[in-house]
């Protein structure tokens, strides 16, 4: 606010902040790619500030707006009527030179698609962490049935219910939990919802942000984990209140009772060898345990690590995707070949098409009504020939000056229009005399772009239709937005590509994303139309391109066969070269360059929330290593206080344990990668399902590392921490009666 701003030489002072609905997503034409936040914005002046700007040159392009009364119009219906205006308006001498509906306009709908995709990546994140948080829970709770088991043993012999010992026990934990939560979800409003605002007001134009209270996020965030705490240490409690007091005092609670038979080690191991290998064998199932932990908390932090190259993979192959350097769409068919008075002659159509139709319309009327005057006045003059007299000749002379007053009116009319089109009457003449040679009724002649683009560059140009269908997903996943692609049969862009003869080929993540089985009929919907496809997948013979290709493709006298166009149809052209095209015929060019914005949007948009999710993972994966191995270490106080009384020092007991639950870390830490790559192949693909296209899962080398490397890190921390609960193993540990 207050800020200036320099536009076209003059000097604006802003003096509010405001957004638009059609423009919460900035994409300064409808066709292109990705959003533009740093080149393109909207703004609203005064009507000084306005008339300011067209002084200095600019050129106002009128957008108009327009609602149903029935807002729950069918979209075929609501297309066909939006068709019918369009006709309306042209034959009322307007130009129309694009419509846009609501469904298609990305600058409606592209943000909040973007957040139902967001939204969707959030509930699989809070989804993982309550399965850990269950996980947790279930690890204290053995843990502290196994602390407590001589204290239970003694309870339940003394005479106490196992109703009683049950509710105590689940007391605490319950409490906790249920005050946690709720701190928890208080604590996450009141300073997580700054950083998401930032996240999306950096990337989109939305109205003011406002916290308002969601039972469905309390129930999620609050009740749901609190309640998995306490249905969980229940069951636990419940599971292990089945043994006897007995088995409790002798802390056999949680495996087998009796005395276990050692394992027989060849002696051929060295001491320090077969030590570690029997603190293995021993405490198998915490290692065991331990190894799920791992895999958990590795699965949250490579999840957070590998969302970024997994988008950055997939604009990278959208990129290698294009198959030429330029890949133009266009409103309605335009040829780029033609001769200087044919391109001459569609541009001065072109011209006369750009201003006020009524002007034209109104020339034309005065043409007509003097071809009417001098027709009359011919005829009048060929009475006065065939039989003169004072009647005849007074009406010839009549005749004629009709014929100059009709005359003059059409110079006037040509006047006007001259000036409308900036120039002199002859010119206008000759514009309006060049156009008329154009068969605007005949369908089948397509108009010829104006500017001419060289021989070389449209030799090399190759025309293509395209259109878009919808795909039922299923499962209330929303639709699939398929563009089928007409193309040449023997097309030097779309190379290795056979179609033809009715073949129809699909991408490569159409079949990855849905798995279609040779022989199964597809079913599209066009929605515009309300008109159902069916096309045959007939096999792996019928697959082209990358796992990003989510089109379909069949020669273009199939294209314009299963749609009823005209055989010569097409809407678009690729190219290796730049082409200028004409601008009321132009809809979008994408570029190589369209591809890798998308990268660096999504690097732009997902940088903050990738921090936020690492640093979280690395917070559970320090919880996770300390709760885990520190069952290790309370499960073997007993033998480190007789390893004491033995002499041992602290730093060789440290040596002996710590390290056989580093070599178990290092382990899990590897051997867990290929189970968490394969679960996050999964979760990426229900998550992603409801997006459009096809994202792989793409796990880099260095992302593996990192997960490693961080996991490790993390773990040497928690190992300092067990070398002092080692130290305060006491030595009366060993003295300790246990039958």
């Known amino acids: 606010m207050g800020d200036k701003v320099e536009l076209e030489g003059r000097t604006y002072t802003i003096c509010g902040i405001m957004t638009q609905p059609d423009s919460q997503a900035l994409f300064l034409n409808n066709s292109d790619f990705t959003v533009n936040t740093i080149t393109y914005g909207v703004a609203e002046v005064t009507d000084a500030g306005f008339a300011a700007l067209e002084d200095a040159g600019g050129a106002p392009a009128y957008t108009y707006s327009f609602a149903f009364t029935d807002r729950d119009l069918p979209t075929a219906d609501r297309i066909d009527a939006e068709q019918d205006m369009v006709e309306a308006l042209t034959d009322a001498d307007a130009r129309v030179d694009d419509l846009i509906d609501a469904d298609s306009n990305q600058g409606i709908g592209y943000a909040r698609d973007d957040v139902d995709g967001d939204s969707m990546m959030w509930m699989t994140l809070l989804n993982i962490i309550i399965v850990i948080m269950a996980f947790v829970f279930v690890v204290l709770t053995d843990a502290t049935i196994e602390e407590e088991s001589a204290i239970i043993g003694t309870l339940l012999a003394s005479g106490y219910r196992r109703r009683e010992i049950v509710l105590h026990y689940l007391a605490l934990p319950a409490i906790v939990g249920v005050v946690a939560a709720l701190l928890g979800t208080a604590l996450g409003v009141a300073f997580f919802t700054e950083p998401m605002r930032g996240l999306y007001y950096g990337s989109y134009s939305l109205p003011p942000f406002q916290v308002y209270w969601s039972w469905e996020i309390f129930v999620k965030c609050a009740v749901v984990p609190a309640a998995a705490l306490i249905l969980i240490t229940l069951v636990g409690l419940l599971r292990k209140m089945g043994k006897t007091p007995l088995q409790f005092l002798r802390h056999e609670a949680s495996g087998k009772s009796g005395t276990k038979r050692g ?48 988008m950055t993979h997939y604009a990278d192959n959208l990129e290698t995707s294009l198959v030429a350097e330029h890949q133009y769409t266009l409103k309605a068919p335009l040829e780029l070949e033609g001769t200087a008075e044919e391109r001459g002659q569609w541009a001065a159509l072109e011209r006369l098409q750009s201003i006020d139709g009524a002007l034209l319309s109104a020339a034309q009327d005065a043409d007509d009504e003097l071809d009417d005057a001098a027709d009359a006045a011919q005829t009048a003059a060929d009475a006065a020939t065939a039989s003169p007299s004072a009647e005849s000749l007074a009406a010839a002379q009549d005749a ?123 079913e599209l919907r066009d929605k515009y139309e309300a008109r159902d496809y ?102 073997s106080a007993r033998s480190i206080s007789y390893m004491k009384v033995f002499g041992y020092r602290d730093s060789e007991i440290s040596h002996l344990y710590i390290r056989s639950i580093t070599l178990c870390v290092a382990a899990s830490l590897v051997l867990s990668l290929p189970v968490i790559i394969g679960s996050l192949t999964a979760i990426f693909r229900s998550m992603l399902l409801a997006y459009n296209g096809n994202i792989e899962i793409y796990v880099p080398a260095w992302s593996m590392a990192a997960c490693v490397g961080i996991g490790f890190a993390t773990y040497l921390v928690v190992a300092l921490l067990h070398a002092r609960s080692i130290k305060r193993v006491s030595l009366a540990e060993a003295l300790k009666v246990q039958e």
């Open 534 to 635: 069916s096309l045959e997948y007939a096999g792996k013979d019928c697959i082209w391109g990358s796992k990003s290709d989510m089109n379909i493709y069949m020669s273009i006298d199939d294209f314009n066969e299963l749609f009823d166009n005209d055989a010569a149809y097409f809407n678009g052209y690729v190219s290796d070269e730049k082409l200028d095209l004409d601008a009321r015929y132009f809809a979008g060019d994408t570029t190589p360059d369209d591809m890798r914005a998308v990268g660096d949007q999504f690097i732009g948009m997902m940088s903050k929330m990738i921090g936020m999710m690492v640093g979280l993972a690395v917070f559970i994966f320090l919880l996770f290593m300390y709760l885990l191995t520190k069952a290790v270490i309370d499960h």
């Open 263 to 310: 394992l027989q080690l060849p002696e051929r191991m060295g001491f320090v060898s077969r030590f570690r290998l029997r603190i293995f064998l021993r405490n198998l199932g915490n290692f065991a345990t331990l190894f799920v932990g791992i895999a958990f908390a590795s699965l949250l932090l490579l999840f957070g690590l590998a969302i970024l190259p997994t």
């Open 400 to 522: 004629l000056a009709k014929v100059q007053d009709k005359k003059d009116a059409l110079y006037a009319r040509l006047d006007d229009l001259a000036d409308a089109l900036g120039c002199d009457r002859d010119e206008a003449i000759d514009l309006i005399d060049k156009a008329s040679k154009i068969d605007t009724d005949n369908d089948d002649i397509h108009p010829i772009n104006t500017t001419d683009n060289g021989a070389g560059a449209i030799a090399q140009a190759e025309k293509y239709a395209v259109y878009q269908l919808q795909y039922d997903r299923g499962e209330g996943n929303g639709t699939e937005a398929i563009s089928v692609y007409g193309i040449s049969s023997h097309s030097r862009y779309w190379k290795d590509l056979n179609v033809g003869d009715g073949r129809v080929v699909f991408g490569g993540g159409l079949l990855d994303k849905f798995g279609w089985s040779e022989g199964q009929k597809v």
